[in-house]
């Protein structure tokens, strides 16, 4: 891998890294007993097999050059394999997330971004990449988002929004030490005269009136967001599969 990036986007400086991590995980995390059956079969004429630690030397060289271009091909693969819908700047999952079953493109993406992920009668997750306009979210600009109705969930569960940085997906470091907002900040932020939720998303401190709500972000470059809500309400789970039962609310850039 490359130790330069902060985080692992598929980059390999030696591509068959790639085929030696598959290998130690898949021995070390079998597939179940009918996959080894009908499955890695298919992968033995590449070296892999299971209880064995592939071994690019024992290796055809040929087979060797095709398998490194496929490891270079991974990462812009995973980029547009179809995974989840979009609803108002917010990227929402398939519902099977964290139980995929035989959905290969499922299992594949949720390796890359969130393996041993929970399954959605555990937690669900947003995230959010757009405002309403659909533009980036960026540090340089202020918004807010608006929940009419705050997400649900079975006590003793619990939701919050959390702020990433683009760049590196780390969270971002403000004054406050505030990297999420959601149900634990319940008795301290303020609703809406007709019970709505407002909170503000930006870099600099919206006053007194609004700190409460406020969740900082980086000052410059892009930022994503996470709303994720465990022990989710059913409500919640249908979301995922009907958007227009619980609609994400937008991200809305302010002057």
């Given amino acids: 891998m490359n130790p330069k990036l902060p985080v692992s986007v598929l980059d390999f400086r030696d591509p068959l890294q790639f085929w030696e991590i598959l290998s130690a995980a898949m021995n070390e995390n079998p597939p179940p007993p009918d996959q080894i059956t009908a499955l890695l079969p298919m992968f033995r004429p590449l070296g892999l097999e299971l209880g064995k630690q592939w071994d690019r030397s024992k290796v055809n060289p040929i087979t060797l050059q095709s398998m490194a271009e496929a490891a270079q091909k991974i990462a812009p693969t995973m980029e547009v394999l179809p995974f989840g819908k979009y609803v108002n700047g917010w990227f929402l999952p398939p519902i099977e997330l964290g139980d995929p079953g035989d959905n290969f493109k499922i299992r594949a993406n949720e390796a890359r971004i969130g393996l041993t ?3 959605t009668q555990e937690a669900v997750y947003w995230i959010g990449f757009n405002s309403v306009d659909g533009a980036l979210l960026d540090g340089s600009n202020r918004y807010t988002i608006t929940f009419t109705k705050q997400p649900e969930v079975i006590a003793p569960g619990w939701w919050g929004l959390f702020v990433y940085n683009g760049k590196d997906s780390y969270p971002v470091a403000n004054a406050l030490n505030r990297y999420s907002l959601g149900s634990d900040n319940s008795k301290t932020m303020k609703l809406n005269s007709d019970g709505s939720l407002t909170l503000y998303l930006q870099a600099t401190d919206p006053g007194p009136d609004k700190q409460a709500n406020w969740l ?4 410059t470059g892009t930022f994503r967001l996470a709303m ?5 309400a059913d409500i ?8 227009s039962v619980f609609p994400p609310a937008p991200m809305v850039k302010v002057p």
């Fill in 216 to 219: 900082p972000v980086n000052a």
């Fill in 117 to 119: 992920g929970n399954t």
């Fill in 236 to 243: 919640m789970i249908k979301s995922l599969i009907d958007p």
């Fill in 228 to 232: 994720r809500a465990y022990a989710p």
